[in-house]
């Protein structure tokens, strides 16, 4: 059974910074991509950033530049490095992971497998 578990989200103050962590079990976690996305209320899930298995990183826009998303596979986690948080940061952030390496379609929610309970994050000015 895949279990995704995220932690590490709080309340933090605009310009702060927070790592979100994400630890897998009940797969071959090496093998797979694995991304984060969030979601804000009223909002669609929208993508944010992802990893592939030889640790090549893709990452929205919006987040470019202040995000950094690194795996370690001996532990079978995912981590993001969130710094200069924005109140456009507030969102519930998800771990997700597709039973695949490859990167077509990355950024799209659609095409990942397992996905974590998601862990809150909080930005306030």
């Known amino acids: 059974q895949v279990q995704l578990v995220e932690s590490g989200g709080e309340l933090v103050q605009a310009g702060a910074s927070l790592r979100l962590s994400c630890a897998a079990s009940?797969?071959?976690?090496?093998?797979?991509?694995m991304s984060w996305f969030r979601q804000a209320p009223g909002k669609e899930r929208e993508f944010v950033a992802a990893?592939?298995?030889?640790?090549?990183?893709y990452y929205a826009e919006s987040v470019k530049g202040r995000f950094t998303i690194s795996r370690g596979n001996v532990k079978n986690a995912v981590y993001l490095q969130m710094n200069s948080l924005s109140l456009e940061d507030t969102a519930v952030y998800y771990c997700?992971?597709?039973?695949?390496?490859?990167?077509?379609?990355?950024?799209?929610?659609?095409?990942?497998?397992?996905w974590g309970q998601g862990t809150q994050v909080t930005v306030s000015s």
């Open positions: 997700a992971v597709r039973n695949t390496d490859y990167a077509g379609r990355y950024n799209d929610y659609h095409y990942y497998h397992y």
């Open positions: 009940g797969l071959t976690f090496s093998l797979y991509m």
């Open positions: 990893i592939r298995r030889d640790s090549t990183a």
